[in-house]
């Protein structure tokens, strides 16, 4: 095997460990809000134990990365594309530890709420899912074009955090006896919001990693 093929196999694991990583912090955000629907607060404490699977392929593509650079030191945009993909995998585990931090808070509420008082909370949800979900494609791909289109969608996660703390504000006029569960509702919106403020992060990764360039600004 030639020191190029061994590279590009080499790179394809690291692409697929990626995908992997991508797979295990979106079924996570999607189990707090199922979590979160059903009152299941089994589940809830299933995501905060499983983060440390996520923990885990965080410091296996860690590892991956690392020994590419060190064994076939990669030059140009090869080298830009790896040591990328190192900042690419601290932003996935911060999303890992966000749907975390969200199960925590379903614990803390663990009473009577109605999940649909706080209506867009569920549609920021799936907009933030959603971005994490393309980022990572756009990434693996390096499709800077889809990237900076999905860079764009994060108004959207923004426009809806605005809208549940509107929400919110409401629910504590109407009923002021539960205050701290509007609060942490709150605080769960501003995770979300999080997960799609890394999922950009990513995005800004792919840019990098195709141009050397970030936000306009030449790096390497």
Known sequence: MTARISYEHELKELHENLIEMGRLIETAIKKTFEAFED???????????????????????????????????????????????????????????????????????????????????????????????????????????????IIKRDDRVDELFNRVKNEVIELLKQTGDISDQSIDFLMIAKYVERIGDHAVNICEWTEFGKTGKIKDVRIL
């Open 39 to 149: 009152k299941d607060y089994a589940l809830a404490e299933e995501i905060i134990k499983d983060d440390r699977n996520i923990n885990d392929m965080e410091k296996v593509i860690e590892s991956r990365c690392l020994s590419l650079i060190l064994r076939q030191q990669p030059v140009a945009g090869d080298l830009r594309m790896v040591s990328t993909a190192l900042k690419v995998v601290t932003d996935m585990e911060r999303i890992g530890d966000h749907a975390s931090d969200i199960a925590e808070l379903i614990l803390r509420i663990h009473g009577e709420h109605d999940f649909h008082s706080v209506r867009h909370l569920p549609e920021m949800a799936e907009e933030a899912v959603a971005m994490v979900h393309d980022a990572i494609q756009a990434f693996v791909a390096q499709d800077e074009k889809e990237a900076q289109e």
